[in-house]
């Protein structure tokens, strides 16, 4: 997985950024659409103020399959990083940090409300598939504690109920346990999500996008990826909250 290869145009920067894009727009349907307009979450319910709601439906179905692609791009990308960062534990720390971070806009925008214990954001599920990545790292002729370290982390997501699951644990430790063979790697990973979820079956695309990896880093920003993910949800929760109702409203 982490060999270069020539001929082929996506670098682990340009990844990045095709994922960021695909999770904007699956986090506007879930987010602006389902949350403020058509469930009517928001402090003055817009469902009334709207016409043609089942066009809007069809909308916010279309951007939801599109960002299906980007949870096996980070997950790809963890795994990238895994592999090649210098220091693993400063790596974790990061994403449990960016996930502390994080919790506040990711209640408010998909759920408008703080604290929202039913759901916590994917920066936990890539920092508990990193936790079981580093065990396997460790247990060179002791397996049995990698699995171990994976059963509790797919656990842990379980009960505390993280963007994909125990699913996207087992599917960052696949990726990387498969990593020499990338083909197989992202076939079982793709598996594993569509069996975890019938709309995880418009995530092809995004697998396909990986086999377009060519092994090179490219040039990314440092820090900007982390902080996309929390500072565009806070951004969609003001436009949904407090943006939307005036502009529906003058309409």
Same mark, same amino acid.
């Given at each position: 997985? #982490? ?36 469930? !009517? ?51 974790? $720390? $990061? ?17 408008? @409300?703080?604290? =929202? =214990?039913?759901? +916590? ?12 990545? +580093? ?10 504690? %990698? ?13 505390? #109920? ?5 699913? !996207? ?27 975890? !979820? ?16 060519? %092994?090179?880093? %490219? @040039? ?11 500072? @565009?949800?806070?951004?969609?929760? !003001?436009? %949904? ?11």
């Amino acid at each position: 997985m #982490n060999k270069r290869e020539t001929g082929r145009p996506f670098s682990g920067s340009t990844l990045k950024w095709l994922a960021i894009l695909l999770m904007l727009a699956d986090h506007v349907g879930a987010s602006i659409l389902e949350i403020f307009v058509l469930n !009517g979450y928001g402090n003055s319910s817009l469902a009334g103020m709207i016409e043609h709601m089942e066009f809007w439906w069809s909308i916010d179905r279309i951007l939801r399959y599109i960002g299906r692609s980007a949870f096996p791009i980070f997950c790809f990308l963890l795994v990238e990083g895994a592999v090649h960062t210098h220091d693993i534990g400063k790596y974790a $720390r $990061r994403l449990l940090v960016f996930a502390l971070v994080s919790e506040l806009p990711f209640d408010l925008a998909l759920r408008n @409300h703080f604290p =929202w =214990w039913a759901h +916590q954001n994917v920066f936990c599920t890539l920092a508990l598939g990193l936790l079981a990545i +580093q065990i396997f790292r460790k247990s060179a002729g002791r397996e049995w504690r %990698g699995v171990a370290a994976l059963g509790a982390a797919a656990i842990l997501a379980e009960v505390c #109920n993280t963007d994909y699951g125990a699913t !996207g644990v087992l599917v960052i430790t696949v990726m990387y346990l498969l990593r020499e063979n990338r083909i197989a790697a992202l076939a079982v990973s793709y598996v594993l999500l569509a069996v975890g !979820g019938r709309i995880e079956l418009y995530a092809l695309p995004g697998f396909l996008a990986l086999l377009l990896y060519n %092994g090179k880093r %490219g @040039h990314q920003p440092k820090y900007f990826f982390y902080w996309f993910y929390p500072v @565009h949800l806070l951004a969609l929760w !003001g436009l %949904g909250n407090f943006v939307l109702p005036y502009v529906i409203g003058k309409i």
